[in-house]
């Protein structure tokens, strides 16, 4: 069983820069591929970024491509997502999620998902 609490949600003026935070229980955390979604108010949920379990291999939505980075730190059980350039299409809840698996999943399929934290990007 894995938890997984985000932090570092907030709002920021347009162009402006958050740093999310996902803070995960357990001691396999390093066996675990992870990932970030989104879900905008009246929207699904979507794809933002994933990331290996050994951290070597990372993939982005493309509507984010070039401005966020996920990383992790396996001895911190943490995995982040570092948002720049951001706009008012980027406000969302944002939720990280967890399986336990080599590869680098896009989907949602995911085992374990955070609560989510809140962005909110004005223009």
């Known amino acids: 069983q894995v938890q997984l609490v985000e932090s570092g949600g907030g709002l920021v003026q347009a162009g402006g820069s958050l740093r999310l935070s996902c803070a995960a229980s357990g001691r396999t955390f390093s066996s675990y591929a992870m990932g970030w979604f989104r879900q905008a108010p009246g929207k699904e949920r979507e794809f933002v970024a994933a990331?290996?379990?050994?951290?070597?291999?990372?993939y982005y939505a493309d509507s984010v491509k070039g401005r966020f980075t996920i990383s992790r730190d396996n001895a911190k059980n943490t995995v982040y997502l570092q948002m720049n350039s951001l706009s008012p299409e980027d406000t969302a809840v944002y939720y990280c999620a967890a399986k336990q698996t080599v590869l680098v999943v896009t989907t949602s399929r995911y085992d374990y998902w955070g609560q989510g934290t809140q962005v909110t990007v004005s223009s």
């Open positions: 990331i290996s379990w050994g951290g070597g291999r990372t």
